[in-house]
Nanobody
Framework: QVRLVESGGGLVQAGWSLTLSCAASGISFRLNSMGWHRQAPGKQREVVAT???????WYADSVKGRFTISRDNAKRTVYLQMNSLKPEDTAVYYC????????WGQGTQVTVSS
């Protein structure tokens, strides 16, 4: 059974930092591209950052320079370090794993107050 479990969300003030984690099981983790996505109330889900099996990264323009995605294959975990958080970063953050199939976690809420 595939499971992606996000953690690390919470309520913070603007300018603060948070690190999200996504622990994966039931997949060949090192073969998967991993991603972080977010969905704010009333908006469509958007890609925030991705990291390939080889470690190549991509970021949305809105988070470039503030967020860092990384992975630890030994721990089967992908991280999203979020710095200089803004109120517009408020959303539910989801982890995804993509290889032959695509899987999603249940999400973790991040709320940034001004």
């Amino acid at each position: 059974q595939v499971r992606l479990v996000e953690s690390g969300g919470g309520l913070v003030q603007a300018g603060w930092s948070l690190t999200l984690s996504c622990a994966a099981s039931g997949i060949s983790f090192r073969l998967n591209s991993m991603g972080w996505h977010r969905q704010a109330p009333g908006k469509q889900r958007e890609v925030v950052a991705t990291i390939t099996s080889g470690g190549s990264t991509w970021y949305a323009d809105s988070v470039k320079g503030r967020f860092t995605i990384s992975r630890d294959n030994a721990k089967r975990t992908v991280y999203l370090q979020m710095n200089s958080l803004k109120p517009e970063d408020t959303a539910v953050y989801y982890c995804s794993a993509t290889w032959v199939s695509e899987y999603w976690g249940q999400g973790t809420q991040v709320t940034v107050s001004s």
